[in-house]
């Protein structure tokens, strides 16, 4: 088989970088999630799963379980969650999703296989593990899983709060794939952060996930954090290529104390300088990438033998809201408070609250708020993005007779914008391909931004984006 994996391998050029930071989308969806309007509600949802039966070939299913509750507030944190240490809102929450599963199943046949699983939060272990079964159980009685084999059952752990029971609980039940946060080891880091957690906590959990016969495991890094320097983020470098997992994200902390409430329990000038940031990033590339990780793209790194690496070689990578991820031939259903679903030619995103989530399913609604049914122009360029997103190329004569353009006509604009990219070194702009360049593949969201529409229009949502770094 052909591999479609970007051809050339990574170069950080930490000036081009510095140059090329600009605010802009992750493009974990393509129109990003600040384009999703009200307009598009349960109705909508229903008719465009209902339809997406009807394809001549229906697509696979993948799901995302968002679990909200977390014991403690993580101080960097901007994901939507709860905090409590009330375990009790656990049962209430199950009881609502329970209604949720059974009302979207039933709009998919039976006979389209779910292969991909994916919890996340939030903390999905303040489940107990009585809980954690019985979902599993209300999910396999409404979907069809698919063989074992086929599968890939992913979920997010908090090791503060697990033990290997648990985790062994996870295994029987077909998890295979283990998220794991850390962040920074350094212990001024992370007091700074309110989030103490030992290595040891973190090598029980990843021990327990091999021995129980996980194929993945995963380990989260945020660089750019309070009380960071290169000396103690290269030690927590160390400590996690020591651990060996199979794959690491490394994400740019986003200090936004205005959109954050939690961020503003972190002081300002705690945080590293811009051009520690950049030192941290060089850091970071140049030691997984010596231990043998391949930059898959963004912010992940991943052993050549993962299942990661496989489907960038493939050409089956894809990008959604948990980042970069396999199965790109699915249609994906979220589930719980503020998930989001890509059904089809649509996004849609479930109440981000709980009352508001509550009150849906009390009332025999399905909990949607917001979407967007994409045009015909929203699904070239989404192709478009995916495939510079995910494989660092476009071949622009399949790309043409996929969507039945003239590709240097219909995007004459975006070509000029490109070509001063082009000058810069981050891409190769010729008549038959589209090529990100070794040093363009840490920036290839300015890339992709050449290409949104939605940035562009007059109307467009101003939103404050994080930076490249």
């Not at 089956?316 to 259903?333: E, H, K, P, V, W």
Request: aromatic share 10%; with cysteine.
């Amino acid at each position: 088989m052909a591999t479609t994996a970007p051809s050339v391998a990574p170069l950080f050029d930490p000036a081009l970088v510095a140059r090329c930071d600009v605010a802009g989308p992750r493009y974990t969806s393509y129109p990003t999630a600040p384009n999703f309007h009200d307009g598009f509600e349960e109705e909508a949802f229903r008719t465009i799963a209902r339809a997406s039966n009807q394809d001549p070939i229906p697509r696979r299913l993948s799901l995302y379980v968002h679990v909200p509750f977390c014991e403690s507030p993580c101080f960097y944190c901007g994901c939507t969650r709860v905090i409590t240490r009330d375990h009790g809102k656990a049962g209430i929450y199950l009881d609502h999703l329970y209604r949720e599963i059974e009302m979207v199943a039933a709009l998919f046949d039976r006979d389209r296989a779910l292969v991909q699983l994916h919890f996340g939060g939030g903390t999905p272990n303040f489940l107990d593990a009585a809980q954690m079964g019985e979902l599993l159980e209300s999910l396999a009685r409404h979907f069809s899983f698919s063989r074992e084999a086929e599968r890939e059952f992913g979920v997010e752990i908090d090791p503060r709060w697990c033990d290997p029971d648990y985790v062994r609980m996870l295994a029987a039940h077909g998890f295979n794939r283990v998220s794991i946060g850390v962040q920074d080891f350094d212990p001024a880091v992370q007091a700074a952060i309110n989030r103490i957690q030992s290595v040891e906590q973190t090598r029980a959990v990843l021990d327990a996930a091999r021995a129980s016969g996980f194929r993945s495991t995963s380990v989260d890094l945020i660089y750019g954090l309070p009380k960071q320097t290169l000396a103690n983020f290269r030690r927590t470098l160390e400590q996690v290529i020591e651990l060996a997992p199979d794959r690491v994200a490394t994400y740019a902390y986003a200090h936004l104390p205005e959109r954050f409430k939690a961020q503003r329990r972190i002081h300002a000038a705690d945080l590293p300088s811009a051009a520690t940031r950049l030192d941290l990033l060089g850091l970071t590339v140049e030691t997984l990438t010596a231990a043998g990780y391949r930059y898959i793209g963004m912010d992940h790194f991943a052993r050549p033998d993962d299942d990661l690496a496989r489907a960038q070689d493939a050409g089956t990578l894809q990008r959604n809201f948990q980042g970069y991820s396999t199965c790109a031939d699915c249609d994906m259903i979220g589930l719980g408070m503020s998930s989001i679903s890509h059904i089809g030619a649509s996004f849609s995103q479930n109440a981000r609250d709980l009352p508001g989530y509550y009150a849906a399913l009390d009332a025999g609604r399905l909990p949607v708020v917001r979407g967007i049914e994409l045009d015909d122009d929203d699904i070239l360029r989404a192709d478009l993005i995916q495939q510079l997103m995910c494989h660092g190329r476009l071949d622009i004569a399949a790309f043409e007779a996929r969507h039945r353009i003239d590709f240097a006509v219909y995007f004459a604009a975006e070509l000029a914008r490109l070509r001063e990219l082009a000058r810069d070194g981050l891409i190769a702009v010729e008549p038959a391909r589209l090529e990100v360049s070794a040093r363009g593949r840490f920036l290839l969201r300015n890339i992709a931004m050449c290409f949104d529409a939605h940035l562009r229009k007059p109307d467009a949502v101003e939103v404050r984006y994080s930076r490249a770094l």
